[in-house]
């Protein structure tokens, strides 16, 4: 099945890398203090390379909701409200037990459904909630002067850098246990095989 057109892996390429660089620099500017010069990258490495990469994720990102907007891909991202709860419960119910007994994957991939339940339910809260909200934090950052000065009495500028560290934590752990839960597939690499070569390929076949 061909489910990962070139746009979507070239996309995904990208994003994952500049997530990276992201990480790296954010971490090393989080912890640069007087006891610790120059953590990591140092600070005004990881400033500049975080800038620059935080330019290109904002432009990747346009990408992906204009490729999104436009294809076919988009009907994999909408949720729809009935047994929402009870596929979200089968699916945990299937990480949390099934998968260890071997049972069947209760939502195979199909052409109609690319995603399980709670991989459609993360991509989009990354994809259109995460995402934009880093990207608007990280824009108030990056321009003070247009920054709200003061809401209810706290600095806008720090509300805006709080709200850019958190959404930045939630997607790197959205990251990690996205990589872990890519290697649930038949086998431990079917589904990265798929993101390399476009195909998804059942095992079971
Ligand atoms: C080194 C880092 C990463 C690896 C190895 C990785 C791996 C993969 C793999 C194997 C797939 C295909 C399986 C599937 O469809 O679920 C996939 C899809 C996807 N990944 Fe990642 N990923 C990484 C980083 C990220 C990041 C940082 C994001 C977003 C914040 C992200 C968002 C997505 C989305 C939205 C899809 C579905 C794309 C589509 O087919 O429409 N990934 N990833």
Redesign the pocket.
Known sequence: MY??PKW?RLW?LF???L??VLIITGISMQYTGRHNPSYMVGFAKAVKWHNFAALLLTGNYIF?ILG?SFTK?KR??KIKKENFWSDLFKQLKYYSFGMFKEEAHPFPVTMER??NPL?KLT?VM??YI??PLLIISGIGLLFPEITINRVFGVSGLVLTDILHITMGFL?SI??IV??Y??TL?DKPLS??R??ITGF?VSEHD
Do not use: E, R, S, V
């Open positions: 489910l990962y979507i995904h994003n994952a890398l997530f990276i992906f999104n891909n994999y991202y690319k995603f991989q991509y990354a994809m995460g995402i997607l959205f990251m996205h990589i839960t890519c597939g589904l990265f798929g993101m998804h």
